[in-house]
């Protein structure tokens, strides 16, 4: 994945105003993802993967929020000082995003084909009988079978996944070389999401377009991403290659990610007790000095709870925990 | 062998759409289309499916939260099906639900405490001092500390609402809980907890778990049996063992492919079983093998005749004609 990155994302920070003062939501987010690569970013609620998405998009609500630090290269280009306008141009013809509802993104009181044609005459200028040719063609694309006869119809005649399969369809409408997938097929299900992944790479591979697949899902991170970052309370705690980073984890939190779920792979002997994290994800008003992780970490020593330790980077494996100093290549 | 804590026989839920028309002819929804399920004292039945399947609709029947068309229902040997009023009231005791959503099922202006006592004070269990004494009990075994009582819902986490649903169903000392989804809400590093606490309760207290959940990864880790249910019909039964290792309708080869694998990642995404479309509707199913319209391996037969539910090695059933026995060992049509 050598070369340019299509967008790199450098010391991104957000910040919320509320009546407890204000919450560092992102806290030096540094992500990439090159041309034909698809970037996984993995964690808990809370944890800042969608707002990430959105200060890309520069789609921060603003007031409350504000992105406060930070550069966003799309192709050298920083988004963050684009006009409005421009960024207007960007959204939806070059970084499109796919949202989690299938249900509650399209609008219900238009046809599927008359919200796929708006996006049509906005970035590309086609109207009429033009733009619903291709429509229909973007709908074929997705494999949606009788496309001229789903052109005509409601978002509630169609089941769930023909539902993420239109948001696609739109999000292709212009194609993007970047789309932001926030966990595209969470509310799916599994022969479904199976369906939708294929897709997905098709297209990507297609298109030679750069993915970020936002997603809780380890397996999905697995089959899907070349990369992954791991983030926790507004940072990206660890990052590093797929294979390297389930097979080899640094970060304590990414280890108990992975431990915590029942593994269908094992084998049918003896059952014992899951792996726990304990605690919860701390709320954006509690975040302290040092380590987010600290509270809930097993390996917590001093340093942890009074500063955040640096990256440390080894072969390409960024990880960010006081307890890996040895490995500072 | 005793008699099983729950026996269900032939329950058909079916729900009659409205018409708009009335001389359209009747339509009805087959959610639950004939299902036969036992389940022992003490284990747990994990039931999986995809949504639509008629999970819910069959876990609410069991519970008689849901009116039944037909079939039979008995729980410890009693038929509940037929018992209204008061004896059902009664009976309502003995079997628990733990609902899916965390957040919905939970009054948002009661104090915790009066939640979890609510099934004490509406089925008359107890005198005051009991019951408090009782609350403060279940907050322990649930891993929530006693001056949380006195919050609101909303001043818990997800985990920890899921908790107080759980104390809930606990409070009237039930014997069967049916767990409806109960961690798919949560989060990953969230779900550990409260499977743990479910497996910890029932080795402590006997319960019997109809678990249902559509995430074969849960229900590989909870259940001892396994019934696999698709639009209406229990397709496959059998042994966790059993299934895990030798799962035989290709519906259930298909769900069990399709979950993706952290160690398998990509390679195994490409060996994967594709299902092609969506599951047909429960209002008019198809006549023939209800997965037939989906399935890869199907022939003339699957599409025009129903298939049976047959015992193809001792305690696995299956609902296939493809499935073929050879020296006693059935095989998969799929492989």
Known sequence: MAGEPLLSVEGLCVEFKGARGIAR??????????????LGIVGESGSGKSMTALAVLRLVPDPPGRISAGRVLFRGE?????STPRMRDIRGNKISMIFQEPMT????????????????????????EAARRRSIE???????????????????????GMRQRVMIAMAMACEPSLLIADEPTTALDVTVQAQIFDLLREIQKARGMGLILITHDMGAIAEMADRVAVMYGGRVVEEGTT????????????????????????????RHALTEIPGVVPSVWDLQQGCPFADRCDEAIAPCRTSMPADVVSNGHRVACWQRPGERA | ??????????????????????????????????????????RTLGLVGESG???????????????????????????????????????????????????????????????????????????????????????????????????????????????LNIARALAPEPELIVCDEPVSALDVAIRSQILNLLTRLQAERGLTYLFISHDLGVVKHMADDVAVMYLGQIVEKASRAAFFSRPLH??????????????????????????????????????????????????????????????????????????????????????
């Open chain 1, 25 to 38: 939501v992102l806290n030096g987010v540094s992500l990439s993802v090159a041309a034909g690569e698809t």
């Open chain 1, 78 to 82: 920083d988004l963050l000082q684009a």
């Open chain 1, 105 to 128: 993104s399209l609008n219900p009181v238009f046809t599927v084909g008359a919200q796929i044609c708006e996006t049509l005459t906005l970035h590309l200028g086609l109207r009429g």
């Open chain 1, 138 to 160: 973007l709908l074929k694309d997705v494999r949606i079978p009788a496309a001229e006869q789903r052109f005509d119809e409601y978002p509630h005649q169609l089941s769930g």
């Open chain 1, 243 to 270: 294979r390297d980073v389930l097979d080899h984890p640094q970060h304590p939190y990414t280890k108990g990610l992975i431990a915590c779920v029942p593994d269908l792979d094992q084998e049918v002997g003896e």
């Open chain 2, 1 to 42: 062998m005793t008699s099983p804590m729950l026996q269900i026989n032939d329950l058909r839920v079916h729900y009659r759409r409205r018409r708009l028309n009335p001389f359209a002819p009747v339509q009805a929804v087959h959610a639950v289309d004939g299902v036969s399920l036992a389940v022992e004292k003490g």
């Open chain 2, 53 to 163: 399947c008629g999970k819910t609709s069959l876990a609410r029947a069991i519970l008689r939260l849901t009116p039944i068309t037909g079939g039979s229902i008995s729980l410890d040997g009693t038929r509940i099906d037929a018992l209204d009023g008061g004896a059902l009231r009664q009976m309502r005791r003995r079997m628990q639900y733990i609902f899916q959503d965390p957040y919905s099922s939970l009054n948002p202006r009661a104090r915790a405490g009066n939640i979890v006592q609510s099934p004490l004070d509406v089925l008359g269990i107890g005198d005051a001092g009991t019951r408090a004494a009782r609350v403060a009990e279940l907050f322990g075994a649930v891993g929530l500390r006693p001056e949380q009582q006195a919050l609101f819902p909303h001043q818990f986490s997800g985990g920890q609402r899921q908790r």
């Open chain 2, 250 to 335: 290709p519906y259930s080869r298909a769900l069990l492919s399709a979950v993706p694998s952290v160690k398998g990642g990509r390679s195994v995404a490409a060996q994967r079983i594709k299902l092609a479309g969506d599951p047909p509707s429960p209002i008019k199913p198809p006549p023939g093998c209800r997965f037939a319209p989906r399935c890869p391996v199907a022939d003339a037969r699957c599409h025009e005749e129903m298939p049976q539910l047959r015992d193809t090695a001792p305690g696995h059933w299956v609902r296939c004609h493809r499935v073929e026995i050879e020296n006693g060992v059935p095989t998969s049509p799929l492989s």
